[in-house]
Nanobody
Framework: QVQLVESGGGLVQAGGSLRLSCAAA????????MGWYRQAPGKQRELVATIGSGGSTSYLDSVKGRFTISRDNAKNTVYLQMNSLKPDDTAVYYC????????????WGQGTQVTVSS
């Protein structure tokens, strides 16, 4: 069974930092691109960052320079380091496998809540 388990969210003040983790099981992690997504109340889910199997990265324009995606293939884990957080970053964050502009796995996990206060 495929499992994608997000953790690391919390409540922080604007300007603070968090590091999110996504532990993956049931996939060939080292060969798989990974992505972080987020959904704020009343808004569509959006792709925040991706990392390819070879380490290439891409970011949503609004998080460039603030967020860094990385992976540890030995731990089957992808991370999202979030610095200089803003209230607009408040959302539930999820991981999945990006397939163009859709995702590989339709069953989203619980996600992890990130709340940034002003």
């Amino acid at each position: 069974q495929v499992q994608l388990v997000e953790s690391g969210g919390g409540l922080v003040q604007a300007g603070g930092s968090l590091r999110l983790s996504c532990a993956a099981a049931g996939i060939i992690f080292s060969s798989s691109p990974m992505g972080w997504y987020r959904q704020a109340p009343g808004k569509q889910r959006e792709l925040v960052a991706t990392i390819g199997s070879g380490g290439s990265t891409s970011y949503l324009d609004s998080v460039k320079g603030r967020f860094t995606i990385s992976r540890d293939n030995a731990k089957n884990t992808v991370y999202l380091q979030m610095n200089s957080l803003k209230p607009d970053d408040t959302a539930v964050y999820y991981c999945n496998v990006p397939m163009g502009r859709v995702v590989r796995y339709n069953n989203w996990g619980q996600g992890t809540q990130v709340t940034v206060s002003s």
